[in-house]
């Protein structure tokens, strides 16, 4: 009878032994598959930039900030008419480098990316998406955004 009993008792702990290995690897499996599916997710769109750094909400229109200037109506007149003669040009060497200053920031985002845990990772999106909202609300208060403020009301 007592082998009986040291027999049941190896056979449960094998048992439990055996439980706990196939729990440890599934888990492993697990987090290994949630880290390939987190770092082959996208990253979150980007709002394209408004490259126009001088422009209003229309043609015309200086920025908010120009207010804080008391700006005469002839120099208000002279800085429209730089900002649009200077306009073409300068969105055009954005339009240049935008690509090349996305792949180097892409590229760093990526590996900052894998280094994180998933919980890591959902922290670092939410904490992207407020900067995209922060960075939002201050090109509208430099009159270039769309929010419900809308742009800016014109210089007089």
Known sequence: MKDG????????????????????????????????????????????????????????????????????????????????SRREPTEQVMREMMPRLRAASDSVMAEIRAVLTPEQLEKWDELQAEMRRRGGQMRQGMGRGKGPGGPPPPMP
């Open 5 to 84: 009993v040291e027999s049941l008792g190896r056979i449960r702990t094998k048992g439990i032994t055996l439980l706990a290995v196939t729990f440890l690897a599934g888990a492993l499996a697990g987090g290994a598959a949630e880290r390939i599916r987190v770092a082959k997710r996208p990253p979150p769109p980007v709002e394209p930039p408004n490259f126009g750094m001088m422009a209003g909400g229309r043609p015309g229109m200086l920025p908010r900030w120009f207010q804080q200037l008391d700006l005469t109506e002839e120099q208000r007149d002279q800085i429209r008419q730089i900002i649009e």
